[in-house]
């Protein structure tokens, strides 16, 4: 499982880079700006840990992840114009990372003997309440609930990975194939706006 | 306790219904809806399990909940119209779930050993928290601070059945009457438009 | 740590009559002013609680909290207009409550196994969390992103009481210098109108 923690900080890296890049467009000071980063890139991981019980919280106790912030947080305000132009790579990146969490989310719900249902919903918390969170934080009505589909990505590779492991034996594809589905489809959706039907 | 339990699933198919229609004021899309859906109807048991310490919290532990919330899903995308026409019906079992949330949550309190205060505030938590985080996540300052009383009659319906716990035996009763009282007072708070002062 | 303790409670006690008054500004009820209070006082302790898993969370348990943040509220509403007129010795108690939350803050943390950098963190979130809840509570963005240095003097102050813990021997000035340092450079930032950089 070392690729996937690989992908695990590379997501955490990228979030926490499209945190200070929202932070900035609204002239928030660098305090702030490490903040909005942080919370963007553990938040949906920290509300997964504190809802399933597994505390202190992840990345309490795994110092990479705070170097990978801080490093985030530091080329995020020094090369601010040159990532900007970087859009498209960062979005790749992002699917990526959201595949990531996704997969890695559902994985530590069954480690604590939880439903598929429920897992399938951990791992898709734990990649887009980041969303949800920095919305919040800088006060705009949360994107997810208006944008092109954003979580059914996660729900049916989530739900995939589930099937998977009582299909297969464990290998890394199995991680790997969902996670790739969730980024694939995501790509596509946002390319050709697919979008869910309104309520009303 | 079947019986409240019963009534606790009515209360949670009762809210997350007034979530979906919510949302579709919002013109959220279907997903959007079920999110709100799932977080106005178990919102705030969830936060009062993570205070306490009960996790992973109740709703994983009971696949029920998850059921009537996906049935009130559907049935509220598939029948808006019909259902805004309800609404006094459904008001009308709004207050009997707040009543049974307050009582229920007052009730896990004390099973973890905690103070009657500290269980007052964590059976009216369970009941009311619910608007307060639907009009975060919608953008509103949340109605509980500004509408009719709200909040009060779980104060006083919590405090009676706590009070009735130390002076009869448990029967069910005991916690019927608290929650009813709660319902009574609350239809009565919004027909009459009783409200607190205001501080100035 | 009885001076800290006392220290802790008159912390508590200004934060919750700042909600008290912020909630009058906002011409919330009574109840609201309260809830407002209340979350004010305890909200950074109480993510800081849930995060680390010691649950239930601290003012669960300890009746004085409580006691002190209810004679708040009556304070606040009785005397409003004489508290108004208080506003720079309530910034002093305000300041002295930071620089205390702060080391209490760590000191759980480092009670808890947690890393140097985790406690500083923790012992931060403890003295600022508290704006930042009351803000999206009334539907602001968050001070904490747009005003005179906050955090700063908090972070400064942690990690100097970190070091401290494993250079000396234990004793109260260890504790009362930090806190003292946070609540001095605090006034001073705010007097002199100090700022972080901007991100742009």
Redesign the interface.
């Known amino acids: 499982m070392n690729f996937l923690y690989a992908l695990d900080l590379v997501g955490t890296f990228v979030f926490a880079l499209s945190g ?1 890049l929202t ?2 467009e ?8 490490a ?2 980063a942080f919370v963007t890139a553990i938040g949906g991981g ?1 509300l997964r840990d ?4 597994d ?3 992840g990345w ?2 795994d ?1 990479n992840v ?1 170097g990978v912030i801080g490093l985030a947080v530091v080329l995020g ?1 020094l090369f ?1 114009r040159g990532i900007i132009r970087l859009r498209n790579t960062l979005f790749l990146f992002d699917s990526v990372g959201i595949g990531v969490f996704t997969v890695l989310g559902v994985q530590k719900a069954l480690s ?1 003997h ?2 598929g ?2 897992a399938v919903m951990m791992g898709t918390l734990s990649a887009v309440f980041v969303g ?1 969170i920095r919305d ?7 994107l ?3 944008r092109e ?4 990505p996660c729900i049916l590779g989530g739900s995939l990975y589930f099937l998977l492991m009582h299909l297969a034996r464990p290998n890394l594809w199995l991680a790997l194939g969902p996670a790739l589905l969730i980024t694939g489809v995501r790509l596509l959706a946002v390319k050709r706006h697919w ?6």
Do not use: C, Q, W
């Open positions: 200070v932070a900035s609204k002239k928030f000071d660098v305090f702030g700006a903040v909005i920290t504190m809802l399933i019980g505390t202190p919280v309490m106790r110092m705070l305000i601010r604590f939880l439903g249902v429920v949800v919040i934080l800088t006060n705009e009505t949360p997810i609930f208006r589909i954003y979580a059914t979008a869910l039907p309104r309520v009303h």
